[in-house]
Each structure stands twice: as structure tokens, then as C-alpha cells.
């Protein structure tokens, strides 16, 4: 037998102006995307918004449906809609901002299993890191270098086989 321990580094700011002005401004951004979420049943409103390799800032936001759970996350809303407008453009940075009109959010909330995976598959595609900015309406934001740092077994084309 053979024990490994797998871990990542964390970034952990205290407040966003700690930041670069661009991380900075990508949070801005996934903020007001924020504000058009539309999540009338779980009050967990999140921005997403994504930095592409040739400047351009791509947003979405949680659109949910009174079919659970049909809706779509932020997350791949944002980067679905980067994929399908700039095919081949690389994904350089993630920015999420989350909150909810029930309690209050003080800590980032990373991404669901399901975005991680569609996440994942960008970084494995493009063959470079996607770095993560997370943060919600109060407290600390964190950082992570890579997609596959909260990832690290990812599922891959790898398992299906030749095509």
C-alpha cells in the first residue's frame, strides 16, 4: 500500500482591495453579474465572471427553475457562453461572488461538483491552469491557481476510451 496526501495552496485576502486592479475589477464584475441571478426559491444569488486570454470578460449568473434542478450555476453560465462565443480563446480567470437575501454569506463559496467538472474540462482542453477568485458579500476572498488544485482526480477524456 502507498499513502499519499494531496493538498493545493490557498490565497486568502482579507479584502479585495488587496488584490491586483485586475482581479479586482474581474470580482467588480461577477458581483454585478450577481445582481441579475435569478434565484426566486434558494435566495443564493452568484456572479460569475470569466477573464479570457484575449481581454474579454464573459458573465453569467445563477438561473434557477422551479423544476429542480434544471437551473444552471453562474459558473456554467459564464463559461459555456465564453466557449460557444470565443471557441479556442483560453480561460485565464474564474471570478465568483456569492450571496443570499436568507442569512448572509461571509465566506466564498467555491464551485459545485458539477461546475468543477465543466471547469476542468476547459483547463484539460487548453492545456493551462484556470486560476479561481472567490468571494461573497462580506469577509475574506480566496484564491486558487488552478482548477485541478479543487479538483484533483478529476474525471477525464482519459477514462472513455480511444474515440
Given at each position: 500500500m502507498e499513502k499519499k496526501?494531496?493538498?493545493?495552496?490557498?490565497?486568502?485576502?482579507?479584502?479585495?482591495?488587496?488584490?491586483?486592479?485586475?482581479?479586482?475589477?474581474?470580482?467588480?464584475?461577477?458581483?454585478?453579474?450577481?445582481?441579475?441571478?435569478?434565484?426566486?426559491?434558494?435566495k443564493f444569488r452568484v456572479g460569475a465572471a470569466v477573464l479570457l486570454e484575449n481581454g474579454e470578460v464573459i458573465i453569467g449568473s445563477n438561473q434557477e427553475n422551479?423544476?429542480?434542478?434544471?437551473?444552471?450555476?453562474?459558473?456554467?453560465?459564464?463559461?459555456?457562453?465564453?466557449?460557444?462565443?470565443?471557441?479556442?480563446?483560453?480561460?485565464?480567470?474564474?471570478?465568483?461572488s456569492a450571496s443570499s437575501?436568507?442569512?448572509?454569506?461571509?465566506?466564498?463559496?467555491?464551485?459545485?461538483?458539477?461546475?468543477r467538472q465543466s471547469i476542468i474540462e476547459y483547463e484539460q482542453k487548453q492545456q493551462s491552469p484556470i486560476s479561481l477568485l472567490l468571494s461573497s458579500e462580506s469577509g475574506p476572498v480566496y484564491k486558487c491557481n488552478s482548477m485541478a488544485d479543487i479538483l484533483p482526480l478529476a474525471f477525464n477524456s482519459s477514462f472513455l476510451g480511444d474515440s
Open positions: 496526501k494531496i493538498g493545493f495552496e490557498l490565497l486568502i485576502f482579507n479584502e479585495a482591495s488587496e488584490l491586483s486592479q485586475n482581479e479586482q475589477k474581474l470580482l467588480y464584475e461577477a458581483s454585478k453579474a450577481r445582481e441579475n441571478a435569478y434565484a426566486p426559491y434558494s422551479a423544476s429542480y434542478p434544471a437551473g444552471l450555476c453562474a459558473e456554467r453560465v459564464a463559461i459555456f457562453h465564453a466557449g460557444a462565443k470565443y471557441p479556442g480563446i483560453a480561460v485565464k480567470t474564474i471570478a465568483i437575501s436568507k442569512d448572509g454569506v461571509s465566506s466564498p463559496a467555491a464551485p459545485c461538483g458539477n461546475c
